[in-house]
């Protein structure tokens, strides 16, 4: 796993994006397209579903926001994703 050191957007976070209703958006960018993965308060938690959604397509090559990314595995309950993003993490995309 690698770290990104170039974000270029305000948010500072690799896939996470300040919404207009000041929520931040967090998408995952793959080969066909992105997966709009949800809309989150906090750009931390938003991060938090890029990193497990890139580490879940991506594997070890992932280029995450945390390093030592030690969530526990299916602790969302504070985290509001979309459908997309449970497909994502259940090898359906």
């Not at 990314?69 to 969302?76: F, R």
């Given at each position: 796993?690698?770290?990104s050191?170039?974000?270029?957007?305000?948010?500072?976070?690799?896939?996470?994006?300040?919404?207009?209703?000041?929520?931040?958006?967090?998408?995952?960018?793959?080969?066909?397209?992105?997966?709009?993965?949800?809309?989150?308060?906090?750009?931390?938690?938003?991060?938090?579903?890029?990193?497990?959604?890139?580490?879940?397509?991506f594997?070890?090559?992932?280029?995450?926001?945390?390093?030592?990314?030690?969530?526990?595995?299916?602790?969302?309950?504070?985290?509001?994703?979309?459908?997309?993003?449970?497909?994502?993490?259940?090898?359906?995309?």
């Amino acid at each position: 796993m690698r770290q990104s050191f170039e974000v270029r957007n305000k948010t500072g976070f690799r896939g996470v994006y300040l919404t207009r209703n000041k929520y931040y958006r967090s998408e995952i960018r793959i080969i066909y397209g992105h997966i709009y993965l949800g809309s989150f308060p906090t750009a931390q938690q938003a991060a938090q579903a890029y990193d497990h959604a890139a580490f879940q397509y991506f594997g070890n090559k992932a280029v995450l926001n945390f390093i030592d990314n030690n969530y526990p595995e299916d602790d969302y309950s504070d985290l509001h994703p979309t459908q997309d993003f449970f497909d994502l993490l259940n090898g359906k995309f």
